[in-house]
């Protein structure tokens, strides 16, 4: 088959054109055509095509030339105004159809993302936020907004700041507050932590203690990494003693289980049910408490529509974001 102009026989697959350079690549000399190819394979007609992209027969008839001009490849063969698909036009059609749909799908997902009503939010917390302040925070947020989606993200502090900083998460629920350049912060809530002993521990039946009755103590506590780990042990030097670390793990509820078993004792929160085998005691001295904060990275523009809902919902929850425990 011969097609019009001064071209060689498209039987022969070699490029005769394409991409003149560096600055030129085939998505951006093809991009354009894709759609109108793609009328035309659907409806193996050129008026029918054009008729269906509001454009002249002429003008789609001379597209699809130059696009096959530009691969050097025969893609349709010509029979009037109706056309059939080559093999390789069959071949380039499949791949066409999968490319637009693709870009069908990313453009409705970023529409989505930035739709205050159907936006997503990449949300960080911590371990014991999961069973029981998160869900609830999300239930009633929801409320309002019930078709922002969430991705959920669970870890310890500075590991939620690096993925904020590598464009991971959008905002993320911590403790300690971070104090970096980069990372805007906001204070909501106090959360106090107990003594958590194992049931039939000499200090088991009583209801308050000075921490400083707990020197003698094995604790179980979490790895370094983690923010509580540092606050339990400011806590114990201020106490006036270094605590001894008999065991470690990477989840509080996994710590209260080792206490249970009689490993040891530790300082933790409250837990969302009570835990049978240990005994809860309240720290009257030091005050055994931590911040819990919100964090994003500072200088990144505006917020999409649903990020900027979900912040602005934690902001007036201050004061009243965690679950209340006896």
Sequence with gaps: MSLPGNRKDMSDTSVTRGPAGPAESWAALL???????AAVARHEHITRAARELAVPQSTLSRAMARLEEDLGVALLARRGRAVSLTPAGRSFARAVRRALEEVERAAEQVRAD??????KVAFGFLHTMGPETVPALIREFRRDHPRVRFALVQSYGEDMIERMRAGELDLCLTSPIPDAPDVVTRRLDEQRL???????????GRRRIRLAE????????????YGLRTLTERLCREAGFQPRVAFEGEEAE??????????GVALL????????GVSELTVTAPR???????????????????????????????????PAHP
């Design 31 to 37: 991009t354009p055509r894709l759609v109108q190819f």
């Design 114 to 119: 930035t739709d205050p009503a159907a936006g």
């Design 194 to 204: 107990r003594l958590v002993v194992p049931e039939g521990h000499r200090l088991a």
């Design 214 to 225: 707990a020197a003698e103590e094995a604790f179980v506590m979490l790895e370094p990494a």
């Design 254 to 263: 996994t710590l209260r289980g080792l206490v249970a078993a009689g490993l």
């Design 269 to 276: 929160p409250p837990p969302t049910v009570p835990r049978p």
């Design 288 to 322: 055994t408490a931590r911040d819990i904060g919100v964090a994003w990275m500072a200088g990144g523009g505006p917020d999409p529509a649903p990020v900027a809902a979900f912040k602005k919902f934690l902001l007036g929850r201050r004061g009243n974001v965690l």
